[in-house]
């Protein structure tokens, strides 16, 4: 018998060490809740999923701006410069000029 197919947001999410399920904010005060936007969801992750996301960011439900950094390291000098989602100067301060927004 052949086992059900996972819708491909919960394939990621096991595959990129997201953690589902998302917690809810009033359940979890004191912890840090990390989320990133997959498509039309935010999804909770780890912090190194976060740290190296390149699209919109969000921490404790409130939304986050700032540097990126290469995923698997523990590099906080060197930021990412390359293409970023968001358009605001906090997240466009690092990237490339050929990749920042017009």
Known sequence: MQEPLLPLK???AKELGLAPPNRKFDDS?????YQVKYGEDWIETTEAIFRSWTGLRRVNGDDHHGPVYNFGTDDKIIPYTGNRTCGCEACQVNVEAKFKKN
């Open 29 to 33: 005060i004191g912890d840090v809740i």
């Open 10 to 12: 919960d394939i990621l």
